[in-house]
């Protein structure tokens, strides 16, 4: 399956536990693995490919607020779906990927099977995220 990363991005707030103003915010863990190449985009789509599996795909920031807020709920669901990969892209790191993509806002998560888009969610909608992920589930299982 790969390896998976762990990334914590600060951010400045206004409130937190040891008042300097920053915060932590994991955008990635478990079951989510961090993009940080274009090769490595291209491992994980044909790995995917191979094993005839669903990627869930989120372009996000580290800077995007909801990205920050809804990266605890991706990481849920990620844990809860094993038989799908979950693939977080940093649009800055990766811009050229994020625009051959058409990403006009951050987070948007794009559903792939076989390289090609199934569906997508655009902004930081825990409800429908979550039953588009269970509904790609019951896809895959379906395969």
Not at 52 to 66: L, Q
Not at 113 to 122: A, E, F, H, M, P
Request: aromatic content about 10%.
């Amino acid at each position: 399956m790969g390896n998976c990363w762990s990334t914590v991005f600060r951010y400045k707030s206004s409130r937190d536990e040891d008042g300097d103003g920053n915060k932590d915010v994991q955008l990635t863990s478990g079951n989510v693995h961090l993009i940080t190449t274009k090769a490595s985009w291209e491992e994980k789509l044909s790995e995917a490919n191979t094993e005839g599996k669903i990627v869930v795909a989120n372009f996000s920031a580290p800077w995007c607020s909801p990205c920050k807020a809804i990266a605890p709920t991706y990481c849920e669901i990620a844990n809860k779906y094993p038989s799908i990969i979950f693939l977080t892209v940093d649009v800055d790191e990766l811009a050229e990927l994020s625009s051959s993509w058409n990403v006009k806002a951050t987070p948007t998560f794009f559903f792939l099977k076989d390289g090609r888009q199934l569906d997508k969610v655009v902004g930081a909608n825990k409800k429908d995220l979550q039953r588009k992920t269970a509904k790609m589930a019951d896809l895959s299982l379906k395969s």
